[in-house]
């Protein structure tokens, strides 16, 4: 489409997270290198500024409950990844204890499958590391297989922070 040099675009997007307008999180691993190598999400504070240049005409409500979930956490003081292989994990909290957080957000009442599968497979990966796997919903509240679902409101109105801590 255009024929822009690759180091400009990653000039520009370290300006932008210099500035705090936007944040790239890494797939998380152990290994640095593969999280250097891997593919990037990009966050950003100013959703006016996401959808000044998202290229979706649709209703994107979904992805902006899920930006609205990242200032949350990135608010709270968390490190913040993603994780990808066959399935997805929206959010990975890495914790002092070493354990690990696993957050998707799917703002629905009907929960998709790859939902589950993500979180399942992220805990298969991580055996014996995972304190919390998360659904955050739009009003769908209950715990099935431990896995954590809880509305939006919920989560913003009580604090990530504090639902991190009470699921220890």
């Given at each position: 489409m255009y024929n822009v040099d690759s180091r400009i675009v990653i000039d520009y997007i370290s300006f932008a997270e210099d500035a705090f307008l936007l944040f790239e999180l890494q797939n998380f691993?152990?290994?640095l290198k593969s999280q250097n190598a891997g593919h990037k999400k990009i966050y950003t504070i100013d959703t006016v500024l996401r959808?000044?240049?998202?290229?979706?005409?649709?209703?994107?409500?979904?992805r902006l409950v899920e930006n609205l979930v990242f200032v949350n956490l990135k608010h709270n003081g968390y490190s913040i990844y993603?994780?990808?292989?066959?399935?997805?994990v929206d959010?990975?909290?890495?914790?002092?204890?070493?354990?690990l957080s696993a957050i998707n957000v799917c703002y629905s009442d009907d929960?998709?499958?790859?939902?589950?599968?993500g979180l399942n497979e992220f805990?298969?990966?991580?055996?014996?590391?995972i304190k919390a796997r998360i659904v955050i919903t739009k009003d769908v509240?209950?715990?099935?297989?431990?896995?954590?679902?809880?509305?939006?409101?919920?989560?913003l109105l009580a604090g990530s922070g504090d639902i991190l801590q009470e699921v220890e």
């Open positions: 691993s152990y290994s959808n000044s240049v998202a290229f979706s005409f649709s209703e994107d409500e979904s993603f994780w990808k292989d066959k399935n997805k959010f990975v909290i890495p914790h002092r204890d070493y354990t929960i998709p499958e790859r939902e589950i599968k805990e298969n990966a991580f055996n014996g590391k509240e209950k715990e099935e297989d431990g896995i954590l679902f809880i509305p939006l409101y919920k989560w």
